[in-house]
T-cell receptor
Framework: GAVVSQHPSWVICKSGTSVKIECRSL??????MFWYRQFPKQSLMLMAT?????????EQGVEKDKFLINHASLTLSTLTVTSAHPEDSSFYIC?????????FGQGTRLTVV | SQKIEQNSEALNIQEGKTATLTCNYT??????LQWYRQDPGRGPVFLLL?????KEKRKERLKVTFDTTLKQSLFHITASQPADSATYLC????????????FGPGTRLSVLP
């Protein structure tokens, strides 16, 4: 199956700083990628849909100025958590779809201290 | 209101037995339904897809059924093994292009040796 690579797998940052998470489709081109957030023992919550060459579409309640998404190429989407706060600590996962199937990255565990 | 439920948050079974997980949905009309496996700290991995006109799908020790009248999918793992222990997520695909998924809360399966 297709491979989606996410980096870093974990990151610890200080409150007030920004963190960038990368999501790459390694063996296929993804015009659309998705960013999810997952809290412990809870399911995936879609944050935004990242569209190559255009603005991302954010789900209701997700602050677009806080979670900056850039999809500059067909194989790379980035999520930047700006001015991070401890409540932003979570597991962030990206995915890309192909053939009706969603391929997920390994996830990034963000801890804001 | 729209809702996806999975039968229980956690399920414990004995090795060798058949595990049966349930996914029920309300006020959705999915194009198809998928099951994913998620290990702790990892992104979900696709297992099976079943369309609305299919009653049953099998893959090795896995079997999925889909009843659009009951709005329910059952996911079976036969001859379960400790390595099957993970969280299993059902996902409703809201279009045929794989661009819009809604995930259930997941069931954490533990297979005891």
């Amino acid at each position: 199956g297709a491979v989606v690579s996410q980096h870093p797998s974990w990151v610890i940052c200080k409150s007030g700083t920004s963190v960038k998470i990368e999501c790459r489709s390694l063996d296929f081109q993804a015009t659309t990628m998705f960013w999810y957030r997952q809290f412990p023992k809870q399911s995936l919550m879609l944050m935004a849909t990242s569209n190559e060459g255009s603005k991302a579409t954010y789900e209701q309640g997700v602050e677009k100025d806080k979670f900056l998404i850039n999809h500059a190429s067909l194989t790379l989407s980035t999520l930047t958590v700006t001015s991070a706060h401890p409540e932003d600590s979570s597991f962030y996962i990206c995915s890309a779809t192909g053939g009706g199937e969603a391929f997920f990255g390994q996830g990034t565990r963000l801890t804001v201290v | 209101s729209q809702k996806i439920e999975q039968n229980s948050e956690a399920l414990n079974i004995q090795e060798g037995k058949t595990a049966t997980l349930t996914c029920n949905y309300t006020n959705y009309s999915p194009a198809y339904l998928q099951w994913y496996r998620q290990d702790p700290g990892r992104g979900p991995v696709f297992l099976l897809l079943i369309r609305e006109n299919e009653k049953e799908k099998r893959k090795e020790r896995l079997k999925v059924t889909f009843d659009t009248t009951l709005k329910q999918s059952l996911f079976h793992i036969t001859a379960s093994q400790p390595a099957d222990s993970a969280t299993y997520l059902c996902a409703l695909a809201m279009d045929n292009y794989g661009q819009n998924f809604v995930f259930g809360p997941g069931t954490r399966l533990s297979v005891l040796p």
